[in-house]
């Protein structure tokens, strides 16, 4: 687990006592990044308490806070959040503006097309785990980072494309493994870092993604009339690389319930946790047709007979009341009111109904009232899930179980756009296309039925909430072996 210095220590506050004690034990320079595991090597002289405002990388080990400190530098985490959300998938979903002009350009189907977002989708999904892996390692700042480089970089090599196997692998993989090393690292952290007004804080970072495809689809249609697909693609290669700065903004976090890293970096245990399992593998299906109306919806629009402006606004709509539904939801959420995972059904089933009613829009006015059924039940469902989930597994593991969901959620992300293109290729409408993603969406509540305590308190069938073993062993301290047991005290929320 990379460690910087996230909290500033006061001179005296550390006994020379206690640091010598702590810095003789060998396990605590395994992850120290000065002497890279050597103590030998090492720059810190044991017996001095250190007169500066940072505190070395032994002594953070030691560091601890009880809780989340539901603020302070966590807002700025939020910034972080918002904006990686807005340069990941607000960016994937505002790229469907540019389906139609790829088809043209490579004289290709509309599934072959479909394959650019899916492989993108997919990689950034499936490669989520190495980036919440990395981040343990290496610090969540320089991985963030690096992952926005990559993506950026992965864009503007897809504006010079002349093939699509050439898109295949500059926008979809490369920029799909860049977002994988962006978003999870940020999106892990950020829940750390808030517990009473953790869904807030999601729904505040989370509207990144309905905010920037409100006003990247309208742009990047003025673009590509102006500067073709190309030119549209440059531009979006140098917002992209604002993804550094969300990297730049990130500060460790260190919790008295955090465990000691010696096990598997990917934590693979979380899939032996019913409440985990049933999380995962509802997602999944979810994801089959949860990001169909982003690939599909401006084409829908032109199939029906709208302008290109107002097919774009479609994805303008459902992307702002997207963006404003993911903060209202957050706050409701976290009101406490219905038990977060029943929310969580409610949420998906109204999802899964507005695909299926899709397909009835006659009418502009028609398709727009849809479209913002979907913004508005998708984004509150994406904030209920993702703040849902630490309490599932616990603050202590949520970095590496949102890098294990996203890879699970890339099954679904693979199958979804290319199947829901395949469809409109065989039909010549994408009627059948959203009947089918309505149908994954809906699927997945059943699965969701499985969380522990969506039958807590129910008198019919005598549900007592989720059971002791349910979010797994306890966490333990991260303190070296040889130190005196402390018990944990974090806390965590029914679910």
């Known amino acids: ?37 050597i103590p030998k090597q090492c720059s810190y002289v044991p017996g001095v308490v250190p007169k500066l405002n940072r505190a070395p990388p032994h002594l953070m080990m030691s ?16 910034l972080s959040g918002f904006l990686a959300n807005s340069l990941t998938y607000g ?25 650019v977002t899916a492989i993108a989708l997919a990689t950034e999904q499936f490669a989520s785990p190495i980036g919440t892996a990395a981040s343990k390692r290496y610090g969540s700042r320089s991985v963030v980072m690096t992952g926005g480089f990559l993506s950026s970089l992965g864009i503007l090599w897809a504006s010079f494309s002349t093939s699509l196997l050439q898109l295949y692998l500059t926008l979809g993989f490369l920029t799909g493994f860049g977002w994988a090393l962006s978003f999870a ?74 465990r000691l890293q010696s096990g598997s970096l990917f934590d693979w245990g979380l899939f032996a946790q019913r409440g985990f399992g049933a999380f995962s593998f509802g997602t999944a299906l979810l994801a089959a047709g949860y990001f169909t109306p982003y690939v599909h919806l401006e084409p829908y629009g032109r199939a029906v007979g709208l302008d290109p402006y107002k097919a774009a606004s479609l994805v303008s709509a459902a992307a702002l009341s997207d ?9 409701f959420a976290d009101c406490r009111l219905v038990r977060p995972a029943r929310l969580l059904v409610l949420l998906n089933s109204l999802t ?18 849809l479209a913002m059924l979907y913004g508005v039940s998708a984004g509150s469902f994406a904030t ?10 616990g603050v202590a593991r949520v ?49 969701f039925l499985a969380l522990p305590s969506f039958f807590a308190g129910c008198r019919a069938c005598g549900g007592e909430g989720a059971a002791p073993g349910a979010r797994g062993p306890p966490n333990v301290l991260l303190v070296p072996p040889s130190s005196a047991s402390v018990s944990p005290t974090s806390k965590t929320s029914e679910i």
């Open 1 to 37: 687990m990379g460690l910087d210095f996230p909290m500033p220590v006061s001179e005296g506050s550390l006994s020379a006592a206690a640091v010598e004690v702590n810095i003789r034990t060998p396990n605590w320079h395994l992850n120290c990044q000065p002497c890279g595991g």
């Open 63 to 78: 560091l601890t806070l009880e809780e989340p400190p539901d603020g302070g530098w966590g807002w700025l985490i939020v």
């Open 91 to 115: 960016v994937l979903r505002s790229l469907s503006i540019l389906f139609e002009d790829l088809v043209e350009a490579f004289d290709a189907s509309a599934a072959q097309v479909s394959w």
């Open 185 to 258: 690292p940020v999106m892990g952290t950020l829940a750390r870092y808030f517990s009473s007004r953790r869904s807030v804080a999601m729904g505040l970072a989370l509207m990144g993604n309905g905010l920037s495809s409100f006003a990247l689809s309208p742009l990047l249609r003025l673009l590509a009339e102006s500067l073709a697909w190309r030119g549209a693609l440059l531009v979006t290669s140098a917002l992209v690389l604002h993804l550094v700065v969300c990297g730049a903004l990130l500060r460790p976090l260190v919790l008295q319930g955090d």
């Open 323 to 331: 963006g404003l539904a993911r903060l209202l939801a957050g706050c």
């Open 352 to 369: 899964g109904c507005s695909l299926l009613l899709l397909p009835l829009a006659s009418s502009y006015a028609g398709a727009l009232a």
């Open 384 to 393: 209920v899930a993702f703040g849902v989930l630490p309490e599932i597994v």
């Open 399 to 447: 970095v590496n179980a949102t890098g294990l969901c996203l890879m699970v959620m890339s099954v679904g992300g693979l199958l979804g756009p290319p199947l829901s293109g395949f469809l409109r290729d065989v039909t010549g409408n994408f009627t059948v296309s959203f009947l089918a993603g309505g149908t994954f969406v809906l699927s997945a509540s059943l699965i």
